[in-house]
C-alpha cells in the first residue's frame, strides 16, 4: 500500500531529488539535530546483520536500553519504517525502537539488490522475523519485546505471534487488514466519489478492472490505489506532509538510498501480490497465546476499522484492548504519534511491567 501511496503522492525522481538538494542537506542536519540523544544510558546502533543467510539493516535507538523494546514489522509491499524515526522520536523515553529494513525493502534491498532477496514470501519474511527478533532479544536482555505491526507488517506479525508466542511480551496491530473486504470497499468508495465528482476517467479505469478484487493484477490494484490517493483528502495530506518529507529528511538516507527504497517497492510488491490478493488474517485461526492490541485509524480507507474490529471480537488472547486512533487514516502510528504513543503508555505498559 505504501508504495502506491507514495506514487499517488509524487513523482520520485531523480530530477526532482537533485532540485531540492542544498534544502535537502540543510533539513537533514536539521531533523539529525533533533534525534540527538541525552541520557548516558541511551542505544544508538544501525548497520547490517546476518539474518537468513543475507545482510539484512537493522536499527535500534532508545534513551535507555533497559525500556521495553518495540520491534517494528513495516509494511509496504517492501516499505520500511525507519524513515519515521523522527516521527518516533517522543517513543524513545518509554521504549527502545528496533526497525529493520526486511529482505527487498529499503537498505536491505541496496546492499542484496533482487538477486539476494528473490525469491520472496510471506513465510520467508516470518522465518527472517524470527531471526531478528531472537537477535534482538539477546542484545537487549532482559528488557521485555513488544511485536509492533503496521498495515502489511501484520500479514508477518500474525503468523510470527502465533507461532512463536514466546519472542513478545505483548503483540500490538496497526493498520491491519483482514481480507479482500477491505479492496472491495475501498474500490466501491473510490468509485462512488469519481462518480459524485463527474471525473469520468476514473469511472473509466475502475470499472474497466471490475469490482472483484480477485480479478486483478498488480497493475490494476495500483490503477484502483492512485485513484484513492486522488479522491482521499486525508491521504493526499498523508503523502504531502508525512511521506515525502520523511523519505527527503531523513538523516541517513543517501540519494542512492532513497532510490533503492523505491526500487525496493517495485521488486517486493511484484514479489509478494500474489499472495497478498489471497490473505486472510482468519486462515490460521483466531487464537493468540501473548496480550494482543489493535489500534486502528478511524478513518483509514485502506485498511478499514469494521473488518479490524469483527475480527478483534473473534481473537483468543490472555489479554486483549482495542483503541481507535482519533482523526487517524493509513499510518495511525505516524499521522497521530502522540496519542498512539498514550495508547501504548496507558494499554501495553501495564501489561508488560506487571
Known amino acids: ?51 537468513g543467510a543475507i545482510d539484512q539493516w537493522i536499527g535500534i535507538r532508545g534513551e535507555d536500553r533497559s525500556n521495553p523494546a518495540l520491534l517494528v514489522l513495516h509494511g509496504g509491499p517492501g516499505a520500511p519504517f525507519s524513515m519515521f524515526t523522527p516521527v518516533m522520536r517522543a517513543w524513545e523515553d518509554d521504549f527502545t ?8 525493502a529499503g537498505k536491505t534491498f541496496g546492499r542484496n539488490r533482487a538477486a539476494g532477496c528473490a525469491p520472496l514470501s510471506f513465510a ?3 522465518a527472517d522475523a524470527i531471526e531478528v527478533a531472537e537477535h534482538v532479544r539477546a542484545r537487549l536482555q532482559p528488557a521485555p519485546l513488544v511485536l509492533l505491526a503496521g498495515s502489511m507488517g501484520n500479514m508477518i506479525g500474525l503468523p510470527l505471534a502465533r507461532r512463536r508466542p514466546d519472542l513478545f511480551a505483548a503483540y500490538v496491530a496497526t493498520d491491519m487488514g483482514v481480507d479482500l473486504r477491505n479492496e472491495t470497499r475501498s474500490y466501491a468508495q473510490t468509485l462512488a466519489r469519481l462518480s459524485s465528482a463527474g471525473t469520468r476517467r476514473g469511472v473509466r479505469e475502475l470499472e474497466a478492472i471490475g469490482a472483484d478484487p480477485s480479478r486483478w493484477d498488480l497493475q490494476a490494484w495500483q490503477r484502483k490505489q492512485r485513484w484513492i490517493m486522488k479522491t482521499d483528502r486525508r491521504m493526499r495530506a498523508v503523502g504531502r506532509t508525512l511521506l515525502m518529507p520523511s523519505i527527503l529528511t531523513a538523516p541517513g538516507y543517501t540519494l542512492r538510498d532513497v532510490l533503492d527504497l523505491q526500487r525496493g ?3 517486493s510488491a511484484a514479489q509478494l501480490f500474489a499472495e497478498f490478493m489471497r490473505y486472510d488474517a482468519r486462515r490460521e485461526g483466531t487464537r493468540l497465546g501473548l496480550p494482543f492490541f489493535l489500534f486502528q485509524g478511524d478513518d483509514d480507507i485502506f485498511t478499514q476499522a469494521e473488518p479490524a474490529q469483527e475480527l478483534f471480537a473473534e481473537v483468543a488472547a490472555p489479554h486483549k484492548e482495542f483503541a481507535l486512533i482519533r482523526e487517524a487514516g493509513h499510518f495511525a502510528a505516524f499521522t497521530r504519534p502522540q496519542q498512539f504513543l498514550e495508547e501504548l503508555r496507558a494499554r501495553v505498559l501495564p501489561q508488560i511491567r506487571g
Open 1 to 51: 500500500m505504501f508504495g502506491s501511496i507514495l506514487a499517488g503522492a509524487a513523482g520520485l525522481t531523480a530530477a526532482s531529488l537533485i532540485a531540492g538538494l542544498g534544502w535537502r542537506r540543510t533539513a537533514q542536519r536539521r531533523v539529525a539535530k533533533g534525534l540527538e540523544t541525552r541520557s548516558p544510558a541511551a542505544i544508538v546502533e544501525e548497520g547490517f546483520v546476518r539474518i
Open 97 to 104: 525502537i528496533v526497525q529493520w529494513d526486511q529482505r527487498g
Open 124 to 126: 520467508r519474511l516470518v
Open 265 to 267: 517497492m517495485e521488486f
